[in-house]
């Protein structure tokens, strides 16, 4: 793309003549950092994204791609750990992109985010951290739509890794969830459910659950929930993230 476009803020539509599959990679300083993230073949009117965080050392952006022919009118609620906090309606123009730093908004929060926009859109989500020796950053696209259910295949507490678990609660209602990991040697179920407040967001750490050992992760809520696992390794040096896969009973 950098072949193909001067500097700028940018968002991909790749259509074919027969059925493709593409990402997205990216990188910087020399290649010393990069993420990547799959892409979607269809645009939706709701969009969900479990992590996001100011604290920390954090800057968290989120990506708006409006495909269609028409203007759309976005909203966002960040769900953070003390309750939801309203975005301004954000208007992105057909066939553009818009960047949102929730920064201001959100002031040093971990959070959430739900967008809902009046035309079918695309949504992403970035985040940078300096290492002390540069730039590290991992993004994923959202997910269209909370579900009772989310499995974590990737997860460990070894060799030097600290592994976290982002739950989004974006109902009205008090939501418990139980977590289960799975490990190499059986079932483990985290001994008290997670309960979240309405329209808020919770991590937890496998590290202090579950210190040394490779794990994947279900969760279950009592109310629909969205999840992404974040992982960190080398002092946080460098990390990845990812949505679960999502489904219903």
Known sequence: MNDDVAPSDISVKVSATVAV??????????RRGGH???GTSD?????FLAEGSTKWGFDTFILVQNPSTKDARVKMIFLTDTGPVDAPPLEVKAGTRQT????ALVGNADFSTSIKSDVSIICERSMYWNNC???AGHDTIGVKEA???????????LYGFETFVLIANPNNVENSVQVTYLTPGGVEPRVEPVVIPPYSRTTISGNADL????????????EKIVTERAMYWNGRGGGHDSIGYMSNP
């Open 211 to 222: 210190p040394g050992r490779d794990v994947s992760i279900m969760l279950v809520g009592t």
């Open 21 to 30: 599959v593409a990402e997205r990679s990216m990188y910087w300083d020399g």
């Open 100 to 103: 949102v730093n929730p920064r």
């Open 147 to 157: 579900t009772y259910n989310c499995f974590l295949a990737e997860g460990t507490t």
């Open 133 to 135: 020796t540069g730039k």
């Open 43 to 47: 645009p939706a009117g709701q969009w």
């Open 36 to 38: 990547d993230s799959i």
